[in-house]
């Protein structure tokens, strides 16, 4: 049955992913573009519509996907299948971890965690700029190499903004949302691509 297959990927997923939805965005992409559920592009608009959409990004991009995938069954059983990894976890982690926490092998696991959570987002951001700005289907598939300059310049322009303080104070990150998705209405809109 297609809801269990989509539950048992989802509980996968959310039970070997460290460091948030963010972090899942790799596992995801391979999961459901290998096995046809859907394509690279469709992910993508999911990941910015799970982005842009309030509540948790794990939780929204596997209810979407469900949706997609198998309807109303398909969206229970993925924001089940993602979400329960995680409860068991915590219950556990909530039952044991005060009795063990100071312990260095503990701290240790900790320390490593981190740095593949940043790892596994730094690949994050490099795949979808390349999807993204680059229109390309990976880093060395140059066949389908059609560059974006519209977003190359909007990711540039904004990117060197972040960076500029006002009256001594950075600009702030909201403003820099606010500014990056009006500058993508304004010449999205007016510009055809």
């Known amino acids: 049955m297609l809801e269990l297959q989509l539950f048992w990927t989802f509980f996968k997923i959310g039970l070997f992913t460290i460091g948030g939805g963010h972090a899942m965005i790799p596992l995801i992409m391979e999961e459901i573009v290998a096995k046809g559920w859907l394509s690279q592009e469709v992910l993508l608009d999911f990941i910015a519509i799970s982005e842009s959409t309030p509540g948790p990004f794990a939780v929204n991009i596997a209810t979407y996907t469900g949706q997609e995938v198998a309807g109303i069954g398909g969206a229970v059983m993925c924001t089940l299948g993602v979400v329960l990894p995680s409860l068991i976890i915590i219950i556990l982690i909530a039952k044991f971890f005060s009795r063990y926490m100071n312990r260095p ?41 059609k560059p974006d300059y519209i977003a190359i310049g909007l990711f540039i322009g904004l990117l060197l903004l972040s960076f500029v303080k006002i009256k001594k104070k950075k600009l702030p990150p909201i403003a820099i949302i606010l500014l990056s998705a009006a500058g993508g209405v304004l010449l999205y809109g007016f510009i055809p691509v």
């Open 105 to 145: 092998v503990v701290q240790e696991v900790f320390d490593n965690v981190s740095g593949s959570v940043t790892g596994l987002l730094f690949s994050v951001a490099v795949t979808v700029g390349i999807l993204v700005l680059f229109g390309m289907d990976g880093v060395f598939d140059t066949a389908s190499f």
